[in-house]
Nanobody, 114 residues
Framework: QVQLLESGGGSVQAGGSLRLSCAAS????????MSWYRQAPGKKREWVAT???????AYGDSVKGRFAVSRDSAKNTIYLQMNGLKPEDTAVYYC????????WGQGTQVTVSS
């Protein structure tokens, strides 16, 4: 019903920035909200940020003040601007969209070097 494609991952030095994108595609989309999650090897998947269809935003405690989520409704795309990156931000970042149930993208790798 919905397909998600993340992009924008890469390798940066500590203190650097990256911007992730997630494009949603499908017919008759009615997405209540979209979120970013991340997962490092050997660790549980962690919620990072959410933006709703009404443009409400929320963030996990570990990224507040450093990350910003935004959306482009016309393009069915959300973004995650990541500033002040730390080595502990290293993870695969996943996009998720709620359409009846939660749908997941394949993820994009972010690596932060000290």
């Amino acid at each position: 019903q919905v397909q998600l494609l993340e992009s924008g991952g890469g390798s940066v030095q500590a203190g650097g920035s990256l911007r992730l994108s997630c494009a949603a595609s499908g017919s008759g989309l009615s997405i209540a909200y979209m979120s970013w999650y991340r997962q490092a090897p050997g660790k549980k998947r962690e919620w990072v940020a959410t933006v709703t269809s009404s443009d409400s935003k929320a963030y996990g405690d570990s990224v507040k003040g450093r990350f910003a989520v935004s959306r482009d409704s016309a393009k069915n795309t959300i973004y995650l601007q990541m500033n002040g990156l730390k080595p502990e931000d290293t993870a695969v970042y996943y996009c998720a969209a709620f359409v009846q149930s939660l749908h997941w993208g394949q993820g994009t790798q972010v690596t932060v070097s000290s």
